[in-house]
């Protein structure tokens, strides 16, 4: 039996890179490390202009709030803490590092004395809270405070390995050529649960990735490879609960209210390398695909490079770009930036030409067809949302449930209207929060 949801959509997949072996890149002469990476209270900087840092030192934490330590990708100098746009467009401190190519390791990364069996959950918390985990699907919760959050609350440990936006392929290559850390980063999770059961969610477009990790699950029957149907948006956390444990998320609430709690199949094999070798997140890896990069591939990056190295290091580009986004084409955000920062949550780059765009030149309308309501997977009325959202009407459109919108773009996607029905929900939601 194949797992899936109600609602949703079936999208182009266009996974170009599935079968692109992860290539790490060289390590720029530069890197800007944000000192927001996460959810949460922006960090501290650890160092100033001048200091020499080592590879994995720690170069800003949060102290006393919600946030995720960061750290140094390269070693080298200090030349600069300024301000730049994240993905978002919201000013962030950086510290921008000068390489001196010698990689040398920060003295503070220790590989455990031991098993992480015999440690407690709290110890192994404490180690990958030191590491800086954030979801590295893009969600960036700092995972030491989900865990917590979750702890001795939940009956499920659910792995998103769902990857469905269309072009990335981090994930399924991490799947691939990391399985064995993956699976300890499970095994890890599953031990600070104290649970003796996990489930690993996959979608049925990633034969491999599926292969390997049943490969690798073998002798422990009780983590579940769960195979899924395609199906966007199955990486949606509520969608995703669902359709593995039949388990609804009401509104207000979150998984582990539910008995479940999610983790990306990157951000466990960042477990297991903060618990195992004492090693922070400086790395990640990112696709890089759209028509107009001259080599798509899956690139192993440092934290802190910029886009622009990640094009060059894909071959640079091939056409005019008239679009860049950091993340998928349905849920990912524009950029205007190419000198933009690599950060945690950084799962994919798409540079596209005009001519993966359609332009119209009738005016958008509702012709009722439904469509958008049959497949919304929150079950809401877009139709209904995109016209109080247009005519300024927010508390309207909170009546019908707009802050349940998932802004995971179905409706938009299938509208025969042309209607910018996510758009307009952005907005209606963000009018909402601000009167708040
Ligand atoms: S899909 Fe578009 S045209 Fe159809 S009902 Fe929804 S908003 Fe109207
Ligand atoms: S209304 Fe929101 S949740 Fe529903 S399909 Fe549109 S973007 Fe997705």
Redesign the pocket.
């Known amino acids: 039996m194949k797992y899936t949801f109600k609602?949703g959509t079936h999208v182009e997949e266009h996974k170009n890179t599935a079968g692109c072996a992860i290539e790490p890149m060289p390590v720029p002469a530069t890197v800007s490390i944000a000192l927001s990476q996460h959810i949460g209270a922006p960090c501290t900087p650890l160092v100033k202009v001048g200091d020499t840092v080592t590879r994995g030192q720690m170069i800003g934490s949060v102290e006393n709030a919600l946030g995720c330590p960061v750290h140094s990708s390269v070693s080298g100098k200090v030349i600069a803490i300024d301000s730049r746009n994240n993905a978002q467009g919201v000013p962030i401190q950086n510290i921008v590092i000068e390489n001196d190519g010698q990689g040398t390791l920060c003295p503070d990364i220790v590989p455990l004395e031991g098993s992480y069996l015999d440690r407690s959950a709290d110890e192994l918390i404490e180690r990958i809270r030191l590491a800086g985990i954030s979801g590295m699907g893009g969600a960036m919760f700092p995972t030491y405070a989900k865990i917590r959050s979750a702890l001795g609350k939940v009956d499920h440990i659910i792995i998103n390995c769902a990857e469905c936006e269309p072009y990335i392929t981090a994930d399924c290559r991490v799947m691939i050529e990391y399985t064995d850390r993956l699976v300890n980063g499970v095994k890890i999770l599953m031990h600070i649960f104290g649970l003796d059961s996990a489930y690993i969610a996959v979608e049925d477009n990633k034969p491999e990735s599926i292969a390997a990790l049943e490969r690798e699950t073998r002798d422990f029957p009780n983590i579940k490879v769960c195979v899924c149907k395609t199906k966007y948006?199955q990486g949606d956390e509520r969608q995703l609960m669902y359709a593995l444990t039949r388990r609804q998320l009401p509104p207000g609430k979150l998984p582990a209210d539910m008995g479940c709690v999610f983790f990306n199949a990157s951000s466990c094999v960042a477990i297991h390398n903060a618990v195992v070798c004492g090693m922070p997140v400086i790395e990640r890896v990112i696709t890089v695909d759209g028509d107009c990069v001259n080599t798509p591939k899956n690139v192993l990056a440092p934290i802190g490079a910029s886009f622009s190295d990640l094009i060059e290091f894909a071959g640079g580009l091939k056409k005019d770009p008239y679009m860049l986004v950091s993340g998928g084409p349905m849920m990912g955000a524009a950029q205007w930036d190419i000198k933009g920062p690599v950060i945690k949550g950084t799962s994919a780059l798409l540079v596209l030409s005009e001519d993966q765009f359609t332009h119209y030149n009738e005016p958008s309308v509702c012709i009722r067809c439904g469509r958008?309501v049959k497949?919304?997977?929150?079950h809401?009325m877009?139709n209904y949302?995109v016209r109080f959202a247009r005519l300024g009407k927010f508390d309207e459109a909170a009546k019908l449930g707009v802050m349940?919108?998932?802004?995971?773009?179905?409706?938009?996607y299938n509208c025969p209207g042309h209607m910018m029905?996510?758009q307009h929900?952005r907005v209606a939601k963000g009018a909402l929060r601000a009167k708040k």
């Not at 497949?375 to 929150?378: G, L, S, V, Y």
């Not at 349940?404 to 938009?412: D, L, Q, R, Y």
């Open positions: 609602g948006p958008c497949n919304c997977p929150m809401l877009p949302l349940s919108c998932v802004e995971c773009g179905t409706c938009s029905i996510v929900i």
